[in-house]
T-cell receptor, first 114, second 113 residues
Framework: NAGVTQTPKFQVLKTGQSMTLQCAQD?????MSWYRQDPGMGLRLIHY???????DQGEVPNGYNVSRSTTEDFPLRLLSAAPSQTSVYFC?????????????FGQGTRLTVV | AQSVTQLGSHVSVSEGALVLLRCNYS??????LFWYVQYPNQGLQLLLK??????LVKGINGFEAEFKKSETSFHLTKPSAHMSDAAEYFC???????????FGAGTRLFVKA
């Protein structure tokens, strides 16, 4: 059972380059989210989706785009990478059980922008 | 707006000692509260969650947390620390029926032999 799969695991970009971080889940969860993790700041929500075709912004959306064409996939696009986007990125999928949303996380993508 | 404050970015305990990780939350609606654990170079795993069914919540690996509405707290405890508990712990809050989970800054737990 794969759960949430993120690719790549590591990436180095030059300032101004674009790239897409991939995220796929095989649990048929409606909700998917992208977070970035920075030291001392916990996880901050970038974008989220409540279902195919529906996305919305989180706490720190600037510089990132998302789309959700299928239930399984939720890619995160960096349009023009900046050093401030150096971080570890986590994708999560969620379902509601008794009102509580339990999140399942991928292993993360460590991105360095030079 | 919801928020979570974790008191102490680092906590160090001896093996066998009590573990206490503090979390206070702010929410305008009855919250759903979570504790997650992150081991090095891995994603987050759910330890336990509060869903209003019971104020004392038991989780995996011997951890438990108590929801105290009057104190807006959801502290995580374990009676006896083990070396394998060394990790980073995150408290999180989500609104009613929500999926936008807000995380605290995290507390790194060190366990000394």
């Amino acid at each position: 059972n794969a759960g949430v799969t993120q690719t790549p695991k590591f990436q180095v970009l030059k300032t101004g380059q674009s790239m897409t971080l991939q995220c796929a889940q095989d649990m048929n969860h409606e909700y998917m989210s992208w977070y970035r993790q920075d030291p001392g700041m916990g996880l901050r929500l970038i974008h989220y989706s409540v279902g195919a075709g529906i996305t919305d912004q989180g706490e720190v959306p600037n510089g990132y785009n998302v789309s959700r064409s299928t239930t399984e996939d939720f890619p995160l696009r960096l349009l023009s990478a900046a050093p401030s986007q150096t971080s570890v990125y986590f994708c999560a999928s969620s379902y509601t059980q008794g009102g509580a949303t339990e999140a399942f996380f991928g292993q993360g993508t460590r991105l360095t922008v030079v | 707006a919801q928020s979570v404050t974790q008191l102490g970015s680092h906590v160090s305990v001896s093996e066998g000692a009590l573990v206490l990780l503090r979390c206070n939350y702010s929410s305008s609606v009855p919250p759903y509260l979570f504790w997650y654990v992150q081991y090095p170079n891995q994603g987050l795993q759910l330890l336990l969650k509060y869903t209003s069914a019971a104020t004392l919540v038991k989780g995996i690996n011997g951890f438990e947390a108590e929801f105290k509405k009057s104190e807006t707290s959801f502290h995580l405890t374990k009676p006896s620390a083990h070396m394998s508990d060394a990790a980073e712990y995150f408290c999180a809050v989500s609104d009613t029926g929500g999926f936008k989970t807000i995380f605290g800054a995290g507390t790194r737990l060190f366990v000394k032999a």
